[in-house]
């Protein structure tokens, strides 16, 4: 009984019984991979397996064959040949945070976890550099280098569980990305096991390595070209003073003018977010961050000399004031700004306190379109009867809608998807991006062909097809199809599903 | 290293490329290749200055298609940059793309065509109190799509980044015709491959960019230039990583250097006036005992100063680790005098440095590229040579790309799998 269509190295559908996924790893293979990464590296029991399921994206779930927990860069090398010649394709996971299911296991495929390699191989504070494996926690830099007055600047809201690897992967932003930049601004360059096992080192620890800006594309791939073993990050010296205000309007809109007019004077700010009525009731009733109950609450977060600080600061207060700011409250130690930062960093755990399920989506809009696009969202929310909170890095345009729904009640769940979509397609005519900082992964592959031509898909696969030709890393994410590498003659693989009798060529 | 792309092409039975070319062209605005169109020493046949960017793709597609050698060309002032071509019949030149799309100013965006010089963009942007933070060379001549494809950038790097770091969206013209945008119009963007970093620096090899989006910054209310004298390399040294070091946020960072003279080092902050006051103190403290020397804003085009009357001289990046400039600086001073080499150098405090070097004679000038880069290399830089005098012995222009190299023939080969682009001209032949 033929139940399965999978698609083969070459690109040829392969038909396989259903037993075949427990088949594809046979004795042989994953004695080899014992052999490579012990005992204690290799994970086959089905409940462990079902930890690795899925990342923080939970509606998909796949168990994957195995899981395997390398210690070293030849370790990884030394799986992915095995992989590589067994055509068996392999999945890429540091810390399972990811939000576009990034790190999904495929069918029939492996895990490698890089969380075994951990440790913080070289700090440099002349040249502001530091080198990691690719499982350092991504504030374990910051917490390392702090003692010296420097700080690793990107800072997505699961800093302190996320992996430099899985940072790598996706890209991640965070709320200071309006000043200091992404993950891809910070690295500057790699050691990476690609898929056919051999090992590339891809920029260095100087600027402008000669030839094609490799690092610049792998960044952000969503680990399809790769596995990133060892990354050279650059640290920021912290600044002088960092205050941090935040200001209570009585709708997005007026926090939202405000916005435009501390862009229109000529500041960047460190960060400035927003978050809407619905969002700040969720963060007071989870981590009491003192925040005002009102429409749209503003955080505007300036760094730099402090005389530089306090002159802007000045006139941040002028601007909120203006577009009609009730209180404002500018924090200044350390501590208060803790206390700011908190509420907005748990948001999104902390809807789950006003609604027993939510889907947390991330897309980008030109800044200006705030206005019109949150009123859409009211309007759309409330013809489905569905309640969204919002959370935005004000300053780029990126939202963070949560669609709130309860799963009980039948048909709110499709209905919360569909809003959720309906959202980003909003983004996509808006002139933004359906993901800003989350990734495309396997949530939102179907979108890219709404925010992209084909034409543009298939020239970003022709990247893929340089690193990946046989599509083994990460393989049926970010892209809404497959692109053929290649159909050039040459030798005759047969995959290993025919070779074992389980599946033939239609 | 793997060999070169095929060198074959042109003059390979084909009849008369020109006149199907005449056909796409409209024949206006196709015209014969005279010496000034030179490449790298190598001359064109043809020059096409194409009206839109379909009529370019359709072009290329051409150009592809009849094994023609393809050199895309923005304002053609750094057409003796690279290798040269192993061939090169037709120029595709953006000189007539060269409108602003759309300057989304309350966005802080803007979306031009390649061809657009970074002057003209420039002042479009200064109209609402903007511009693109970067300070290429000859920003007068120099367009859009040429100082993305040589990836150059000078001194607003430190505090600013890179081209990689302000280009959002990217569309490029590959040589099979097809046009693909990638990127956006938005600042933050992670939805797919990152093809416009992939397309800078690339030197046209990939595709012809056509347009581009960046991010933008406001113009600065303040600027305040400082210029110091330094005692030695070492002390200027001293300087440049005690400003990196400390809670200055510089917007200029440099130090010149001419053989025989006592290095300067200069220092750029742009802010409120109150910022920059307390600024300037703490930058006193750290700089003592250099002395201040008269300082003008002219200091932060001392890169173009190198270039000038270059024709017998040769000019190189180079890049080090911050840390590392002082004992690059010396080596480089030591192997020119010893060898009876004039040198002069800017060297940006992120590492990045530019080197002149002149002599009666030019096989002196080789010993010292020869004998630099390879030192460079093993420390984890580079040095790339941008310009060469004519009577100089041929060197590669960029050095090794390590086991990096056979990636980028794969990419080169799915994006131009005939080597229609720029052929030789990028690194390890490609």
Known sequence: ?506 | MAAPLSASGAGTGIADPWDDLRAIAGGEHLRAAGPVDGVAGVQPQMVFEPSSETELAAALRYGNAAGLGVVPRGGGTKSCWGNPPVRADLILSTVRLNRVIEHAWADLTVSVEAGCTIQNLQNMLAEHGQRIAVDPLWPERSTVGGILSTNDSGSLRIRYGALRDLIIGITIALPDGTLASSGGKVVKNVAGYDLPKLATGALGTLGVITRANFRLHPMPHNIRSFTFAACDLGDANRVMLAVQDSSLTPAGLQVRLTAGAVPAVDVRFEGTVAGLAAQEMVLRKIVAPAAETVTSDAVWQAREGLWSSAEAAAIAKFSVLPASVTETCGRIGHLADSLGVQWRAVVQGTGLGWLRLEASRAAAIHEVLHTLRPELERVGGSLAVLHRPAAMPAIDAWGSAGDAFPLMLSVKQQFDPRGTLNPGRFIGGI
């Open chain 1, 1 to 506: 009984m033929w139940t399965e269509v999978l698609t083969s190295c070459s690109g040829y559908p392969l038909r396989a019984k259903r037993r075949a996924s427990r088949i594809i790893v046979d004795a042989h293979i994953l004695q080899e991979f014992r052999a490579i990464t012990g005992d204690r590296g290799l994970i086959t029991s089905q409940e462990e397996l079902k930890t690795y399921e899925c990342d923080g994206l939970t509606n998909f779930r796949v168990v994957p064959l195995a899981v395997l927990l390398p210690r070293s860069t030849e370790q990884v090398q030394g799986i992915v040949r095995v992989c590589h010649r067994e055509r068996v394709p392999f999945v890429a996971r540091g810390s399972g945070t990811g939000l576009s299911g990034g790190a999904l296991p495929v069918k029939d495929g492996v895990v490698i976890s890089l969380a075994r390699m951990n440790r913080i191989l070289e700090v440099d504070l002349p040249n502001a550099r530091v080198t990691v494996e690719p499982g350092v926690i991504n504030l374990e830099v910051t917490g390392r280098v702090a003692p010296h007055g420097f700080f690793y600047a990107p800072d997505p809201s699961s800093q302190s569980i996320c992996s430099i690897g899985g940072n790598v992967a996706e890209n991640a932003g965070g709320a200071h990305c309006l000043k200091y930049g992404f993950t891809t601004t910070h690295v500057l360059g790699l050691e990476v096991v690609l898929p056919d096992g051999s090992l590339a080192h891809l920029g260095g620890r100087t600027l402008d390595a000669p030839g094609y800006d490799l690092p610049g594309v792998f960044v952000g791939s969503e680990g399809t070209l790769g596995i990133a073993t060892k990354v050279i990050l650059r640290i920021v010296k912290r600044p002088e003073c960092i205050q941090t205000l935040l200001a209570a309007f009585g709708s997005t809109s007026d926090a939202g003018a405000a916005v435009s007019g501390i862009i229109a004077a000529g500041m960047l700010p460190a960060a400035i977010e927003m978050m809407d009525n619905l969002a700040i009731q969720a963060a007071e009733a989870a981590v009491h961050a003192n925040y005002p109950n009102c429409g749209g609450l503003l955080l505007v977060e300036l760094d730099g000399p402090a005389a530089e600080v306090e002159a802007l600061m000045r006139q941040v207060e002028e601007i909120c004031r203006k577009c009609g700011a009730g209180q404002i409250r500018v924090a200044q130690t350390e501590a208060e700004r803790a206390v700011v930062w908190k509420g907005r960093k748990a948001a999104f755990a902390a809807v789950g306190r006003i609604s027993p399920n939510y889907i947390v989506q991330d897309g980008v809009i030109p800044r200006t379109a705030l206005p019109r696009v949150m009123s859409e969202i009211g309007r759309l929310g409330a013809e489905a009867g569905i309640r969204v909170a919002n959370v935005f890095h004000a300053g780029d345009g990126n939202l963070h809608p949560l669609v709130l729904y309860d799963r009980r009640i039948e048909g709110q769940e499709h209905a919360a998807e569909v809003l959720a979509n309906r959202i980003l397609e909003l983004c996509i005519e808006a002139g933004g991006s359906i993901t800003g900082e989350h990734g495309v992964g396997e949530e939102k592959k179907m979108m890219m062909s709404k925010m992209y031509a084909e034409p543009d898909l298939e020239t970003m696969q022709r990247v893929r097809c340089a690193f990946d030709p046989e599509h083994l890393s990460n393989p049926t994410k970010v892209f809404p199809r497959p692109r053929l590498c290649g159909e050039m003659p040459g030798e005759y693989r047969p995959h290993p599903l025919e070779v074992a009798g389980i599946a033939e060529r239609f």
